[in-house]
């Protein structure tokens, strides 16, 4: 079945450590995003990537970093610059061409909790 | 002032009540208007799209948007508990082949037995 994985699903981190959060997709998507999901707060928009070594800064990249070698792959790495860490994270993607303008899919998500 | 404001909720209601669902928004820009649903710990799943102002139906479900107040909504006939889930209304922009995806802070709704 093709799709999104995301992994881990739930990681708790101790202030100051850096955190790799894994996304694989089998789906051919160009695109690939990451988000994060705050109480009160919806989806807010970290790093997206539109093809292989490229990637964009979204609106909330500050203590974040990813990288994109294959297009299968978009890690996001949470620094320890990142002040409040914690929360629900993420990956999506978009299929190329004419597909549903904004149509996202996205994988199950994770958890990251700073201890 | 947010590009869209969405009732947090929660919503409850009865088995079989219909449900209404409500953003509105402030850039008159965006062009296509999107509903996902989100069950609990997973990711938000497409549920309902559309591009002008109207109705559109899909089964139970039929999303409504009106350009000119800026508010769009989504009703559900005869409520189900497998509707449960966060509502998660979306705005998107395509500008120099990017889509830019706003989200709406989500409506959690509890659909009770």
């Known amino acids: 079945d093709g799709g999104i994985t995301q992994s881990p699903k739930y990681l708790f981190r101790k202030e100051g450590q850096n955190v790799t959060l894994s996304c694989e997709q089998n789906?051919?998507?160009?695109?690939m995003y990451w988000y994060r999901q705050d109480p009160g707060q919806g989806l807010r928009l970290i790093y997206y990537s539109q093809i292989v070594n490229d990637f964009q800064k979204g609106d909330i990249a500050e203590g974040y970093s990813v990288s994109r070698e294959k297009k299968e792959s978009f890690p996001l790495t949470v620094t320890s610059a990142q002040k409040n860490p914690t929360a629900f994270y993420l990956c999506?993607?978009?299929?190329?061409?004419?597909?549903?303008?904004?149509?996202?899919?996205f994988g199950e998500g994770s958890r990251l909790t700073v201890l | 002032q947010k590009e869209v404001e969405q009732d947090p909720g929660p919503l409850s209601v009865p088995e079989g009540a219909i449900v209404s669902l409500n953003c509105t928004y402030s850039?008159?820009?965006?062009?296509?208007f999107m509903w996902y649903r989100q069950y609990s710990r997973k990711g938000p799943e497409l549920l309902m799209y559309t591009y002008s102002s109207g109705n559109k139906e899909d089964g139970r479900f039929t999303a409504q948007v009106d350009k000119s107040s800026k508010y769009i909504s989504l009703f559900i006939r005869d409520s189900q508990p497998s509707d449960s889930a966060t509502y998660l209304c979306?705005?998107?922009?395509?500008?120099?082949?990017?889509?830019?995806?706003?989200f709406g802070t989500g409506t959690k709704l509890q659909v009770i037995p």
């Open positions: 850039n008159s820009a965006f062009q296509y």
């Open positions: 789906l051919n998507h160009d695109a």
């Open positions: 979306a705005m998107i922009l395509v500008s120099g082949g990017y889509q830019k995806v706003t």
């Open positions: 999506a993607s978009t299929p190329p061409g004419q597909g549903v303008p904004g149509e996202l899919f």
